[in-house]
């Protein structure tokens, strides 16, 4: 049986760890700070069998050496980037088995934009998208286009309905906050609010989320609805030809959005 379970570290960052408790070993993705690692694994008496990363960032990448310093286990990376410290250099399709006697196996999905070779990593039906689409959200536009960054989240949001989604960041209740300025009519973001805001208030991580929630409540999944394309033409000053130029204007607009 795969356990996963969140290993908070910075201010509002997400490493999974993917447990095997027969085994007594973990695989972590995107241990941006080695130490919330250390002290998970030694409470939790588990051996570290692997290191998946989805991107550069030194949120996600800032703990492999440390990690690595002691261990001689794999660390799987996006082969399109510069990333120091890889043992394997994965992209769409690859497949490996989880390191640490898991029965299960990863496969690989390219969703570049967030940076150019952002990947993601799919488990059974689980899938650790790292700052590709965060919870009624996406990640900020810094090496890819608007066409590619839509293009990975059309991709992600074609999986199966019950696909559960680990993003890398808490990010929920300020995304929330954008989702219903720019779509204040959607009943099931409006139900969501109620939910999410009850989830924080207890110190409870939103994530993971799942396809199906994010089809109906997230806003850069939603560049169809005419409410949003009214919302994004109202902020753009001029009319929106295509789903794509909607997405671009959502995600400017969130840029500045406070
Ligand atoms: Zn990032
Ligand atoms: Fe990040």
């Known amino acids: 049986m795969l356990e996963i379970t969140p290993i908070p570290a910075f201010e509002d960052n997400y490493i999974w760890a993917l447990i095997n408790r027969d085994a007594g070993t973990a695989v972590v993705v995107d241990p941006g700070d080695a130490s919330p690692v250390e002290a998970f694994l030694t409470k939790e ?131 929330l906050k954008f989702a219903l300025t720019v779509e204040p009519s959607n009943e099931a973001l409006q139900r969501r609010a109620f939910a999410v805001t009850e989830t924080r208030a207890s110190g409870l991580p939103t994530v993971p989320t799942t396809v199906a929630e994010e089809l109906e409540t997230n806003p850069y999944l939603r560049c169809h609805s005419s409410e949003i394309l009214a919302s994004a033409e109202r902020f753009a000053g001029s009319p929106l030809a295509t789903e794509v130029d909607v997405f671009a204007a959502l995600r400017r607009w969130k840029n500045e959005f406070r």
């Not at 967030?114 to 899938?127: M, N």
């Open 45 to 175: 008496r588990l051996t570290l069998s692997g290191i998946l990363i989805t991107h550069h960032h030194g949120d996600h990448v800032g703990g492999v050496a440390a990690l690595r310093a002691n261990r001689d286990i794999p660390v799987f990376g996006p082969a399109n980037e510069a990333i120091d410290l890889l043992t394997h250099r994965v992209g769409d399709g690859d497949c490996h088995m989880l390191p640490g006697e898991f029965s299960c196996s990863f496969s690989v999905i390219d969703v570049p934009g967030h940076t150019a070779g952002h990947i993601a990593y799919l488990v059974e039906d689980h899938l650790f998208c790292g700052d590709t689409l965060f919870v009624m959200g996406c990640g900020r536009l810094f090496e890819g286009t608007p066409a590619q960054l839509h293009a990975s989240l059309q991709r992600i949001a074609s999986l199966p309905a019950t696909t559960q989604l680990f993003c890398a960041h808490e990010y929920t209740l300020s995304n």
